[in-house]
């Protein structure tokens, strides 16, 4: 049981959830294992109870604990039913609840026989897949739940920013920790690189050897739990090799923010020797790879995004991207050391936007691509994502597809290093930092 003392606030997630509470729909609240789902509802009854509801009028189960092994959804009605207080609206809370057989046939029963207000949790996206659509059609609403962003990091580390002003009479930001020593910024988001987002990591501190031990049991509970054991829930066998598994995973983690054929990454994998295990075997299809990704994907380990043609108006169905959920668990993989550091920005940036409410796809124009365009209601942003902007040669080379298009939407180059301009040609260019903390 979470100790509701030590709990810290995420009010991006919270409020979310807090603007359904007493409607119909089922708040359904996902994302990977362990960034911080079960705190969030932990969360909501905290609130709850400030609010006056009684201890009484709140259930709470969580089935991952030993009590509920073996529940099926008959006995989870039960269990609920008896549970009820009669004539007294309910707060019925289910952590993880994918690992009850049919449970969707329950909660729907509880919307129909019970005044309650339903909230539950899952690590795989099968929960939310057709099937359990049917049930709910219209009358659930999903909370995607990520890692921590980096202003998050700070506070869950227990450091806050400090401003004073710098010699030449700007803002200089430091952190500084609960015992009053002052650290840079940048070393703050240096460890943020390396260690991740993972709520958990606050807990060990940032110590390299306690968060291996940590990541690797993120890793391999979701490879062992969300992905192989829901194939047995689905009573299908289509993700049969862990080894394959294992290595599309390492392989995606390499290449996050390049561009990237399904199709041909079983050919890469064999041509490369990475499949070879002292027996000989052929390539995995074309389908078996993308079953295996999508796996990985409903596991919220890995996101896609899709290329956008802005001059055609279209989505493309060539080349995607992806990019992995934390960046502690891909150093975790592939070791800590720097490596590749400009697609890891690519890869901080694009969560924070999806954080930030926007639906992201990549953007090509003529030749040339965007790394990002963020869109939200009538709000669009087009965001380069570069180390630096230093030097010409690599300012013609960020600022170009920029230039190329033509409308009035605000366009940013994010970068460690913007150089002393604010704007080229009305394009701003931006300290990544300062913007990840903005918000």
Same mark, same amino acid.
């Given at each position: 049981?979470?100790?509701?003392?030590?709990?810290?606030?995420?009010?991006?997630?919270?409020?979310?959830?807090?603007?359904?509470?007493?409607?119909?729909?089922?708040?359904?609240?996902?994302?990977?294992?362990?960034?911080?789902?079960?705190?969030?509802?932990?969360?909501?009854?905290?609130?709850?109870? *400030?609010?006056?509801?009684?201890?009484?009028?709140?259930?709470?189960?969580?089935?991952?604990? +030993?009590?509920?092994?073996?529940?099926?959804?008959?006995?989870?009605? *039960?269990?609920?039913?008896?549970?009820?207080?009669?004539?007294?609206?309910?707060?019925?809370?289910?952590?993880?609840?994918?690992?009850?057989?049919?449970?969707?046939?329950?909660?729907?029963?509880?919307?129909?026989?019970?005044?309650?207000?339903? $909230?539950?949790?899952?690590? #795989?996206?099968?929960?939310?897949?057709?099937?359990?659509?049917?049930?709910?059609?219209?009358?659930?609403? *999903?909370?995607?739940?990520?890692?921590?962003?980096?202003?998050?990091?700070?506070?869950?580390?227990?450091?806050?920013?400090?401003?004073?002003?710098?010699?030449?009479?700007?803002?200089?930001?430091?952190?500084?920790?609960?015992?009053?020593?002052?650290? /840079?910024?940048?070393?703050?988001?240096?460890?943020?690189?390396?260690?991740?987002?993972?709520?958990?990591?606050?807990?060990?501190?940032?110590?390299?050897?306690?968060?291996?031990?940590?990541?690797?049991?993120?890793?391999?509970?979701?490879?062992?739990?969300?992905?192989?054991?829901?194939?047995?829930?689905?009573?299908?066998?289509?993700?049969?090799?862990?080894?394959?598994?294992?290595?599309?995973?390492?392989?995606?983690?390499? #290449?996050?923010?390049?561009?990237?054929?399904?199709?041909?990454? &079983? %050919?890469?994998?064999? %041509?490369?020797?990475?499949?070879?295990?002292?027996?000989?075997? &052929?390539?995995?299809?074309?389908?078996?790879?993308?079953?295996?990704?999508?796996?990985?994907?409903?596991? +919220?380990?890995?996101?896609?995004?899709?290329?956008?043609?802005?001059?055609?108006?279209?989505?493309?169905?060539?080349?995607?991207?992806?990019?992995?959920?934390?960046?502690?668990?891909? #150093?975790?993989?592939? &070791?800590?050391?720097?490596?590749?550091?400009?697609?890891?920005?690519?890869?901080?940036? $694009?969560?924070?936007?999806?954080?930030?409410?926007?639906?992201?796809?990549?953007?090509?124009?003529? %030749?040339?691509?965007?790394?990002?365009?963020?869109?939200?209601?009538?709000?669009?942003?087009?965001?380069?994502?570069? /180390?630096?902007?230093?030097?010409?040669?690599?300012?013609?080379?960020?600022?170009?597809?920029?230039?190329?298009?033509?409308?009035?939407?605000?366009?940013?180059?994010?970068?460690?290093?913007?150089?002393?301009?604010?704007? +080229?040609?009305?394009?701003?260019?931006?300290?990544?930092?300062?913007?990840?903390?903005?918000?």
């Amino acid at each position: 049981m979470i100790d509701t003392h030590k709990l810290k606030k995420r009010d991006l997630y919270l409020n979310k959830i807090i603007a359904f509470q007493d409607t119909e729909p089922v708040k359904v609240v996902t994302g990977i294992r362990r960034c911080g789902k079960s705190s969030l509802l932990k969360l909501m009854v905290c609130h709850l109870k *400030e609010e006056g509801i009684f201890d009484e009028q709140i259930l709470e189960m969580n089935f991952e604990s +030993y009590a509920f092994k073996n529940m099926d959804s008959d006995s989870l009605y *039960e269990y609920v039913r008896q549970h009820i207080v009669p004539d007294k609206r309910m707060y019925l809370f289910f952590d993880e609840v994918q690992r009850v057989p049919d449970w969707e046939d329950a909660v729907n029963s509880f919307r129909v026989d019970f005044n309650c207000d339903i $909230y539950v949790t899952g690590s #795989n996206a099968y929960m939310l897949s057709s099937e359990y659509a049917t049930y709910l059609s219209g009358r659930c609403v *999903e909370i995607k739940i990520l890692p921590l962003s980096f202003s998050e990091f700070i506070t869950f580390h227990d450091f806050e920013i400090i401003e004073t002003k710098s010699a030449l009479g700007g803002i200089r930001r430091q952190v500084l920790n609960r015992n009053g020593e002052q650290y /840079e910024l940048r070393e703050m988001f240096d460890a943020y690189m390396r260690f991740g987002g993972m709520p958990g990591i606050a807990d060990v501190g940032l110590d390299q050897e306690k968060a291996l031990m940590l990541l690797e049991g993120i890793y391999s509970t979701v490879i062992m739990r969300d992905i192989l054991e829901r194939e047995n829930l689905r009573g299908q066998k289509k993700i049969t090799d862990p080894v394959l598994l294992k290595k599309i995973v390492m392989f995606l983690a390499d #290449n996050i923010g390049s561009n990237i054929s399904v199709s041909s990454i &079983g %050919n890469i994998l064999v %041509n490369e020797g990475l499949l070879e295990d002292g027996r000989k075997k &052929g390539v995995p299809s074309a389908h078996t790879v993308q079953t295996y990704v999508n796996a990985l994907m409903e596991a +919220y380990f890995f996101y896609d995004i899709k290329r956008f043609d802005i001059k055609g108006k279209e989505f493309l169905r060539t080349l995607g991207k992806y990019y992995i959920v934390d960046m502690g668990l891909r #150093n975790y993989l592939l &070791g800590f050391r720097n490596r590749d550091s400009g697609h890891a920005l690519e890869n901080i940036v $694009y969560f924070e936007l999806i954080r930030r409410g926007y639906d992201v796809s990549i953007g090509k124009v003529d %030749n040339l691509e965007v790394d990002f365009i963020a869109t939200k209601a009538d709000d669009k942003i087009y965001i380069q994502v570069t /180390e630096t902007m230093e030097g010409e040669d690599v300012r013609k080379r960020e600022l170009a597809p920029l230039q190329k298009i033509n409308d009035n939407y605000e366009k940013i180059v994010l970068s460690m290093n913007k150089g002393m301009d604010s704007s +080229y040609d009305g394009i701003k260019s931006v300290d990544l930092i300062d913007w990840l903390i903005a918000y």
